[in-house]
């Protein structure tokens, strides 16, 4: 059998010296680099999906007013910069897709699990190194094919994100057939990449953990990644199953979910959200693997319950497969099934709260450092925890006839997505930079970025849940049309304003990342005093990774340890009979 | 999974599973393609059950029924499970060093392979000559029952399934031309294991909507 | 609070409560985190010199607060379902209501009227676009039709939402108005590019005065 001599691959590769500047940085099949490619290449989307989302705002503060410098739109989306309503649809559409399938999930999934599963673990890179490369690849054409959507005859799909048929199945009804096929397209490349990227995930931490790094030893960022590319091994293919069905809908006369021919509109529904759901939990679980980290680090202290923390995260991963109901509660889905979503829905609130009082658990007696990872990892236990109490609204099917299809969504949806997972997307670029780039981020714009992007963030979206509570529904061109929304104009007014600033802070973010590539203080090996496999590695790390396997004899949260002097205590260091070996840390 | 054996100085040994990677991976991929076939199958289900009629094959056109012959049907599946037998003799004869068992039966499985594929073919040529696409002809929609969900859902599913097996068939023919180049030995021998799991896997979806 | 729109049907104040409930309950666990947090932010900030507490966790812990949400979220779910048959189920529909039709398309609401005999199907039904007449205080049925795509039959001020969806049929939805005046009907669920603009009036008149009016469309 050919069994432990494909396993043990070279432990660093020695022909790194003489790769051409196009095998090291566009077709690299190093982690650490296609880490970093999917890192640049999603900021630029958020970057779009941002600015789609203004868009969006300067029509809900401004209905029917030119935007500014909307004079260089073309007329079949802006004509004098004033938004047609078609055109909002195809923003409300985009900015969801760009955001979730673009920025979001790439960010996470893409950039961390990539950068940090093979140095956390101890591998010297992926099981499938190749295979990494063309998910990266194959993800930035689904991208380009995304964003060419935009710009096709007829504009791009316009029937939201979820792409609700027969809407989305017939060109005539929304007058857009091109980009609804683009859209398709698009999703079923992402669902390759997705694909590539997980099995290679499940496979690196199965088989690949140095010496000593049980599964019970690795650090909760690893937990969570590797119980996301579970998830998105098994949901994405749903989702690819139902768009191809949709394809067909619209290209080859099938009729899966057109009614004139026998189809079923709610089939659509079931498979998008039996995708769906698990889909929300790919957008946070990393996020709050990462978070836990980053607070452990911050507090000096070791995670406060790492086993029920782990198992927090597997109930959430498994109960995410059977709430999609929730979603269809209003749907004409048989009222019966209500109470049984209801309370499988309801149930995620146990292992969410798990978490939260956790991360309380391990701030409390701690040694706080608030540096700018940490600050940000507050901010997501803080805006989380919002985020989880505003769910509960939604699983309560009897509310849920109230504020289904309202602001009350939005707001929720942005307090996990973006009180929730961008604060920790922050919190990791800020946390992990040194190590990618071997340069330090600023730290105080750090705080400034994180100061302002904290207060604005709430301005725009708390005030969302009055609006839901008015009955203020989503997805509308311009809310003045109905005489019980007039009253939220002020408000509405007030979050767009609130959003360009919150957009325009973001240009502080920006300028430090990218001044610090070339500016930014030398990071030493191990700023953050941390305790896991990749800060016992130079800054940046090198090729390969490990110069020899690391041995692991401990957790990754053994802050303050009493066996040594120092507040951390690295995985790989031996305690030769408790004699309390001496750590050095740089700082 | 395996925590258990403890060296000394309190390390453990490499954790994983025994399992190398490429065959771990072909797992991983399958789970995946699992629910990739559960999304269709699971459409197929609800349309049809959802339904009181359904275009059967061996009924006659004027009543109903498709021009599928039931008897060609059964044949290809049962192909399809042949097939897998010479895969796993195949496996068997490698894992001896027996190269020359090893070249015959991957050669059957190809073969086997490609004719499933192209009865298939001639299949979807029969019910296109009678009108049968993903959309029927109006002259079909009256006479049989829910035409266009069966032209949805079997073109679909049996599509999908060819193009697999379609798949398989090539990266088959790479390994069989590996074989009899002496690519594999009796220790490794781990390409032939791979691609027979990927194989066995489209031979079970095959037969289960045969 | 005025928050909620004004609740003019007869099931709307149970929604409320439930609304409210859940409101009472996470509003507390809210004050309730983020004062704990910001209290710890502040009593555990870091001190040059100090070393935390090396504490790994507690079962003991988690125990409780594993339990404790368990019991909140069943008893919001148990509040939950005491409404939402009465509203949702067919089964549990009021047995002497008025039956009205609407099928909704891009962009309208066109809802049909069983006229003078209150039967549907007869010859002296009458059809009105984007205007809901319905008398006070009587339990109306709904059936719902959408031509095209999925439309979202949604009465902020009754609480009641309810997608009509394409090829689906016999869907029906209920409620009272307990209040007369005008209010307004949305379609809650993206449908196109006037989705923004498919809006009804509904007119809730006191009984008499409803009677009158179908005399006068016949």
Known sequence: MATTEAAAQPRSQDHHGEMSFIRKYIFSTDHKVIGIQFLFTCLFFLAVGGLLAMMVRWQLGFPGQPMPGGGIMPDTMAPGGIVLPEFYNALVTMHATFMIFFAVMPLLVGVYANFLIPLKIGAPDMAFPRLNMMSFWIFVLSGVVMLVSLF???????????????????????????????????????????????????????????????????????WSLFITAILALLAVPVLAGAVIMLLFDQTIGTTFFLPENGGRPLLWQHLFWFFGHPEVYILILPAMGIVSDILANGSRKPIFGYRSMVYALIAIAFLGWIVWGHHMFQSGMNPLLGASFMVSTMAIAIPSAIKVFNWL????????????????????VALFTIGGLSGIFMASNTVDIFIHDTYFIVAHIHYVLFGGSLFGIFAAIYFWYPKMFGRMMNETWGKVHFALTFTFYNLVFFPMHILGMGGHMRRIYDPNEYEFLQRFQGMNKFISISAFLLFAVQVPFLINFFWSLFKGKKAPDNPWRDNGLEWTVPSPAPHGNFETAPTVYRGPYEFSSPDVEEDFLPQNVPLNGGGGRKVTGDR | MNEATILSGGVRAEPGMRVYNQKLGMWVFLASEVMFFTSLIGAYIILRFGTDAWALPGIPLEEGGTPLAINLTAFNTFMLICSSVTMVKAFAAIQQGDQKNLRLFLSLTVLLGASFVGIQIVEYMALVREGFLPHCGEHLAALVPNCHLFGSTFYTMTGFHGAHVSIGVLCMIWVTVKAFRGGYTKEDHGGVEVIGLYWHFVDRWGWRWG | MDWLPPAASSYAADIDKIFYVILVV??????????????????????????AAYIEGSNKAEVIWTVTPAIFILGLAFASHSVWPSVKNPDRFPSDALEFAVRAEQFEWNFTYPGADGVLGTGDDFTLRNQLHVPVDQPVVVRLEAVDVIHSFFIPAFRIKQDAVPGLSGQRLWFEATQTGEFELACAELCGLGHYRMRARVIVHTQDEFGRWVAEQG
Not at chain 1, 361 to 380: D, E, K, S, Y
Not at chain 3, 26 to 51: D, H, S, W
């Open chain 3, 26 to 51: 996470t509003g507390v666990v809210f004050v309730g985190v983020e004062a704990t947090l910001l209290f710890f932010l502040f009593k555990y900030r870091g001190r040059e010199g100090r070393k």
């Open chain 1, 152 to 222: 096709v005859e007829g504009g791009a799909a316009a029937a939201g994100w979820t792409a609700y048929a027969p809407l989305s199945a017939v060109p005539d009804y929304t007058g857009v057939s091109t980009g609804q096929q683009l859209w398709i397209i698009s999703i079923i490349l992402f669902g390759a990449s997705s694909l590539l990227g997980s099995v290679n995930y499940i496979t690196t931490v199965v088989n690949m953990r140095a010496p000593g790094m049980t599964l019970f030893r690795m650090p909760l960022s690893i």
């Open chain 1, 361 to 380: 658990g391990t701030i409390w007696r701690g040694n706080l450092q608030f540096h700018t990872p940490m600050l940000n990892a507050i901010a997501f």
